[in-house]
């Protein structure tokens, strides 16, 4: 059975229309990701790729000292608690107890202590305090050497964050590097670190596509070269045009100050938690009853 609120999720993730959508669901019998590529196949969602709503507020934060840097995530029902002084120290806090630990999961990471208590205790004793519920959501830790550096960027306030590491030393290069990540949202370091079995869908669907719009079978392998090549431009920040001039690519900024890009974390708050959108969802359900 399609239900109202598959037909939403699937229109946020692609932007098509609900009719469409419920369609899509209808003909892929529910498969939600197989209906996003049924979609696109037929050129009603044309987007290389959708991340999930971006729903839940909180902050995200870097903090580096030395060769070390985290980079952290937590939650809250609202952006008016998220800006809370008490919330935010309360994110600083928990970055730097990582910062001075070698914890891997969030399950090690709770079991910390800031001034006594554990840090899964300080997330229950503040959502206590400020009336609304906190989730400390996720958390990496990145080290370099000291021939490497890292480049730090926080976009709107701790909703977006970035932090990668170069080989190199200039942090002016660096900090515009995780700028470009923080706007561009890369998927993948470089053509190289795409799975091959993203590559042969998104062949797929592009093979799709040109052939519905009609075009010139024997010049069909041409025209879906040309258009993985604009997906690698999407997802593949070497493959992206930088930021501040455009008509460069990033992996050319950085050859030329004799820089390599080794790695990177994007955190956009909230992406890939769903907020509850009744109003919306009922709008949904009268369509379909319609």
Not at 165 to 184: C, F, P, R, Y
Not at 192 to 205: G, L, T, W, Y
């Amino acid at each position: 059975m399609i239900t109202a609120n598959m037909v939403k999720e699937l229109r946020e993730l692609t932007g098509a229309g609900m009719l469409d959508c419920k369609k899509a669901l209808t003909e892929t019998n529910g498969d939600m990701e197989e209906a996003v590529t049924w979609l696109r196949e037929k050129g009603i969602s044309k987007a290389a790729k959708k991340q999930s709503r971006i729903a839940a507020e909180g902050l995200a934060t870097v903090k580096v000292e030395g060769n070390k840097a985290v980079i952290v995530e937590v939650n809250s029902e609202t952006d008016f608690v998220a800006k809370n002084p008490e919330f935010v120290s309360l994110v600083d806090s928990i970055a730097k107890v990582i910062l001075n630990s070698d914890v891997k999961t969030i399950e090690e990471a709770n079991k910390l202590e800031v001034d006594g208590t554990t840090v899964e205790e300080l997330v229950v004793q503040k959502t206590a305090t400020i009336g609304e519920k906190l989730s400390f959501r996720r958390f990496e830790i990145l080290t370099k050497t000291d021939s490497e550096v890292f480049g730090v960027y926080s976009h709107m306030g701790g909703k977006i964050v970035a932090v990668t590491i170069l080989e190199g030393n200039d942090e002016e290069v660096a900090k515009d590097i995780a700028m470009q990540i923080a706007a561009m949202r890369p998927l993948y370091l470089d053509r190289d670190s795409v799975p091959e079995d993203r590559i042969e869908k998104e062949r797929a669907i592009l093979t799709e596509q040109a052939e519905n719009e009609g075009l010139d079978a024997n010049k069909l392998p041409m025209i879906v070269n040309g258009r993985l090549n604009k997906f690698y431009e999407e997802v593949c920040l070497l493959d992206q045009g930088f930021v501040k001039e455009n008509k460069m690519k990033v992996s050319k900024y950085v050859e030329g100050k004799n820089m390599k890009i080794l790695s990177f974390v994007r955190y956009e708050v909230g992406e890939g938690i769903e907020k509850k959108e009744e109003d919306f969802a009922e709008e949904v359900a009268k369509q379909m009853n319609n």
